[in-house]
T-cell receptor, first 115, second 112 residues
Framework: AAGVIQSPRHLIKEKRETATLKCYPI?????VYWYQQGPGQDPQFLISFYEKMQSDKGSIPDRFSAQQFSDYHSELNMSSLELGDSALYFC??????????????FGPGTRLTVL | QKEVEQDPGPLSVPEGAIVSLNCTYSNSAFQYFMWYRQYSRKGPELLMY????GNKEDGRFTAQVDKSSKYISLFIRDSQPSDSATYLCATLMDTGRRALTFGSGTRLQVQP
């Protein structure tokens, strides 16, 4: 079965640079979520989209922005990167609004390292 | 204080043992409960999803929810070395925010 695809899998950036992370949800899933997982920590919700519209916002810094495109893929844009942004970034998708199921399926993550 | 508390472990058991993983939560608005397994440097993999008090079984895994005491558990029977991973409980509100709130994860090591 198709899963959530994330790219790139690994990314190394310098401080103050920008980064763009991409997520391709499971086909026909209507909701995309972004989570950040720091070393030894549990995933923290950043932002979500339903049908290409922002549906909820968590602890996402103002330096970050995200959007969902017409083909349902989503991008997380991160600017003025800081050392503390080094983390695993996960995208998850669900078919919640259509099916009523609340199961969220996670991608393999993008490991961002800021030097 | 975190809304979902989970013993971080590590928990080390011999192969074949029954494993019990537990979480407590404080917010009565949490109505849906999930258990994820996460191998090192990988994405969380959904193991179990429940929304009512009681037990749900899937193979060697049993999820248990007690909403009256705000307590959720995951039992693993006949544990295998391949079960060695971090197990995260996660909860979801019935209305409002649709994002998961995770526990801190329990690291499990099954010794062959």
């Amino acid at each position: 079965a198709a899963g959530v695809i994330q790219s790139p899998r690994h990314l190394i950036k310098e401080k103050r640079e920008t980064a763009t992370l991409k997520c391709y949800p499971i086909p026909r899933h209507d909701t995309v979520y972004w989570y950040q997982q720091g070393p030894g920590q549990d995933p923290q919700f950043l932002i979500s989209f339903y049908e290409k519209m922002q549906s909820d916002k968590g602890s996402i810094p103002d330096r970050f922005s995200a959007q969902q495109f017409s083909d349902y893929h989503s991008e997380l844009n991160m600017s003025s990167l800081e050392l503390g942004d080094s983390a695993l970034y996960f995208c998850a998708s669900s078919l919640e609004r259509t099916s009523g199921s609340h199961e969220q399926f996670f991608g393999p993550g993008t490991r961002l390292t800021v030097l | 204080q975190k809304e979902v508390e989970q013993d971080p472990g590590p928990l080390s058991v011999p192969e074949g043992a029954i494993v019990s993983l537990n979480c407590t939560y404080s917010n009565s608005a949490f109505q849906y409960f999930m258990w994820y397994r996460q191998y090192s440097r990988k994405g969380p993999e959904l193991l179990m999803y429940t929304y009512s008090s009681g037990n749900k079984e899937d193979g060697r895994f049993t999820a248990q929810v007690d909403k009256s005491s705000k307590y959720i558990s995951l039992f693993i029977r006949d544990s295998q070395p391949s079960d060695s991973a971090t197990y995260l409980c996660a909860t979801l509100m019935d209305t409002g925010r649709r994002a998961l709130t995770f526990g801190s994860g329990t690291r499990l090591q099954v010794q062959p």
